[in-house]
Structure formats: C-alpha cells, structure tokens
C-alpha cells in the first residue's frame, strides 16, 4: 500500500456550460452555427446552412421527387442538389453568434406553434463551440430574434438557389434569364436574398457575356456593385 503522504495529487478544472460540454473541450476550434430546413413539399426539400464564426461556411441541399400540382404537372421547377463552400461577411455572422449566445446557445425550447400554426418546414438551429453545444428544432417561433435568424438562413439559402438557377439557365436556357434576373434583383431589394457575393462568378459571367440582354448585363453588374466581402 502506497502511504498517503507519497502520492502527488493533480486537481484539473472541469467547468460545465450551457449544453453540458466542458468549457475547453473544443478549443481551437472556430465555433459553428448550423441550420437544417426541411419541407417535403419544397424544392429542394432539405437543405444544411453551416456558418462559421471565421467566416467560413458551407450549405448542402437535396434535391427531392418532381412535386405535382395533382394535375400531373409539377408544381416546382426541378432542381439540382449543391454542395460548396461559401462566405459569410462579418456584419451578418457577429450578428448571428450573438444571437446564439444571448438564446444560451439554442439549449432552449423554440417552437411556439399551436395546433392553428400552419406547418412551415422543420428547422433545425445548432450551436457547436469551445462554450459548448446546443440545439432546437421548430415549426415557428415567436422569439424575435429566433425569428430573424431564420430568415437570415433561409435568404441565403434563396440566394444560394437562384445562383443555381441562373447557371442551370445560362448554360441551357438563356431566354429565361431576363426575368429570374428580375426576380433575383426583387429578392435582394427586399431583403429576401443576401450575401450575394456567394454567386459572384455566375452574376461575373452575365455581365460580361455581350450575347446574353443588355438588362441582364446590367441588372448582373448592378448586384455585383452592392455584394461585399471582408
């Protein structure tokens, strides 16, 4: 038996956090910010936005089954899956990890939808970092700033899916982009798209491409002027 007095004791420092992952365990590692949309009924019917806080990101969408009016004529244009890297500027993602960490790091309940609440997909919000972790899913919620994340997500998302669109028809339609350019010029007006930096090379390719419509060019050279980066 080893006496008492012989033995060195070592005491290390085991702090618990919200989400109960140990304060350190992920040190180094830049924290992460991940939203998963699904609805059934949408095209694409799920896709994964992850933003991290040194401003990387990435978003994966999978595109589902040809959805029918129930006519046999399809409701939604098809779509293609993506998977790529993107950016995210500074002002947007300070703002998002703040709202991560004044919501206790989404280890809280966030859906606030009744029986009356129409369902508009199921979101996902997920914060991994050296804090620790946490995660909730909901239909709706009537937390403010729950609810301006999410429409944070899902404009990028839109961004991200009419810069799809207007390759898939540079490449195979160019009739077509006369008007989703306007719509695209819409969205972002109103704020329903943003980081458009992130279809930066499509938006390049239209304004420099004297075979496609002069308003195209424009229209293409005009959102490249608003897109910034950091």
Request: include cysteine.
């Amino acid at each position: 038996m080893i006496p008492l007095r012989s033995m060195a004791w070592v005491v290390l420092p085991f702090i618990f956090v919200p989400g109960g992952a140990p304060a350190g365990a992920q040190a180094g590692t830049p924290a992460q910010i991940r939203f998963t949309y699904e609805n059934p009924k949408l095209q694409p019917q799920k896709y994964v936005l992850t933003v991290g806080e040194d401003g990387t990101g990435h978003f994966r969408s999978e595109a589902g089954p040809a959805v029918s009016d129930g006519q046999g004529v399809p409701a939604e244009s098809p779509v293609e899956s993506l998977d790529r890297p993107i950016h995210i500027s500074k002002a947007l993602r300070e703002s998002m990890f703040a709202t991560a960490r004044k919501n206790k790091l989404f280890a809280i309940p966030c859906d606030d939808g009744g029986k009356n609440i129409a369902f508009q997909g199921t979101k996902t919000l997920a914060y991994e970092g050296p804090e620790g972790q946490g995660s909730c899913v909901y239909n709706w919620s009537k937390n403010p700033q729950i609810d301006k994340l999410t429409d944070q997500f899902e404009s990028m998302a839109a961004t991200l899916d009419e810069g799809s669109k207007l390759q898939r028809e540079y490449e195979h339609g160019r009739l077509s982009l006369d008007s989703e350019m306007e719509i695209l010029d819409q969205m972002v007006s109103e704020g329903r798209a943003i980081e458009v930096e992130n279809i930066a090379p499509i938006l390049r390719t239209l304004a420099s491409d004297e075979a496609v419509l002069q308003r195209v060019q424009r229209r293409a050279q005009a959102l490249l002027q608003k897109a910034k980066t950091d």
